[in-house]
């Protein structure tokens, strides 16, 4: 099993519809949460953090689930310039803090 | 403020040719990392250096591969010789140190090896 697991999609969604991504990590000690943001042929670039209490910034919520092992992203009114890869990323506990990163989830959003 | 750079941004080379990368980090930053990408994956760490020692460079393919970051600043990555499945985008990110909630990424190296 790898570390850090994520459907790769592709979603195909219409604008203005809710989309949400799972991303289960197996390392039950792991400390911190990301999601990522990656364009196509550009850099990643950092989304947000995902808190213990979940934490929301406008239209995209993040939640993890310590219990059950997964961190999601919510995305609501789905806009054309969401269409991106969004990468799920863990950093390990310990002095390592090593960043673990997912696949990437593909989203399309189409007009 | 200027983000991390890297240079080339593209480099087609043959086979059993050598090849290096450079990069400047975000100024102040202390924490430094190499990584690979290839098409549909995701980014795979090479090396991790803390000012100038390298603290994780677990998944560096040390035959072909290696790193260096002299006086803690830019960072120079090289492959010798290059292997048909070296191609693949060479990544460059710094954060502030090892706790740095953000990694800030450069635009990257696409390196094509024929």
């Known amino acids: 099993r790898k570390e850090v697991e994520q459907d790769p999609g592709p979603f195909n969604v219409p604008e203005g519809a809710t989309v949400a991504f799972n991303c289960t990590y197996s390392?039950?000690?792991?400390?911190?949460f990301f999601w990522y943001r990656q364009d196509c042929r550009k850099e990643p670039k950092l989304l947000m953090s995902?808190?213990?209490?979940?934490n929301e910034d406008g239209r995209f919520t993040a939640q993890l689930n310590r219990a059950s092992q997964y961190i999601s992203l919510l995305i609501r009114d789905s806009k054309l310039s969401d269409s991106a890869t969004y990468l799920c990323?863990?950093?390990?506990?310990?002095?390592?803090?090593?960043?673990?990163w997912g696949l990437g989830t593909s989203l399309a959003v189409n007009p | 403020e200027a983000g991390v750079v890297q240079s080339p941004r593209y480099k087609i080379i043959e086979k059993k040719q050598p090849v290096a990368f450079w990069c400047n980090p975000i100024?102040?930053?202390?924490?430094l990392y190499w990584y690979l990408q290839n098409l549909g994956q995701g980014p795979e760490l090479l090396i991790r250096?803390?000012?100038?020692?390298?603290?994780?460079d677990s998944q560096l393919p040390k035959d072909r591969f290696s790193a260096e970051r002299l006086k803690g600043v830019d960072s120079t990555l090289k492959i010798q010789p290059a292997e048909l499945g070296d191609s693949a985008v060479y990544l460059c990110?710094?954060?502030?140190?090892?706790?740095?909630?953000?990694?800030?990424f450069g635009p990257g190296t696409r390196l094509t090896v024929l």
């Open positions: 990110a710094s954060s502030l140190d090892l706790n740095g909630v953000e990694q800030f």
């Open positions: 100024s102040g930053h202390n924490t």
């Open positions: 250096y803390e000012n100038e020692e390298a603290v994780d």
């Open positions: 390392n039950s000690a792991s400390q911190s």
């Open positions: 995902v808190y213990s209490s979940g």
């Open positions: 990323v863990v950093k390990s506990a310990g002095n390592n803090r090593k960043l673990i």
